[in-house]
């Protein structure tokens, strides 16, 4: 038989308190943590991005920790009618997009892929220019 006077009800609470309160302490550690070092990441994208990047967003997981981050940016399109100042703003627009992928001390995956989507495209610009410029050097 067991005899359930002599079990510490009271400090067995308080313990289960006190390990409450740490959990909690260390959840708040962890989300300000991450938070920081997610924005600084995402910031430095923002910096670099200039006028063709959006807001900052973190993103948390189901428990409200930040787990990851982005700033929306209009990626280069190749002009419909390429033209020598249509092709240098793609250009100058592809390498912006590159310099903000490769902004922050430690680029992610997916920011490699833009720069490598970005870099696409400028390749793609930089060939149609040189082919325009030739064209008309020969029409010279």
Not at 13 to 39: A, C, D, G, P, R
Not at 89 to 115: G, L, Q
């Amino acid at each position: 038989m067991l005899n359930f006077n002599k079990v510490p009800i009271k400090q067995t609470i308080n313990k289960k308190n006190s390990v409450t309160n740490k959990l909690q302490q260390t959840k708040q550690t962890l989300i300000k943590k991450n938070y920081n070092e997610i924005y600084e990441h995402e910031a430095a994208h923002k910096a670099a991005a200039g006028s063709l990047g959006g807001s900052i967003h973190i993103v948390n997981n189901s428990a409200g920790i930040p787990v990851s981050g982005f700033v929306p940016i209009a990626m280069p399109t190749m002009p419909q009618k390429p033209t020598q100042n249509g092709l240098k703003k793609t250009i100058d627009h592809a390498k912006t997009v590159i310099k903000a992928a490769m902004a922050p001390k430690d680029p992610s995956a997916a920011d490699y892929r833009v720069k490598t989507k970005a870099e696409s495209t400028l390749n793609k610009a930089k060939s149609m220019k040189n082919k325009l410029s030739h064209n008309i050097d020969y029409m010279a």
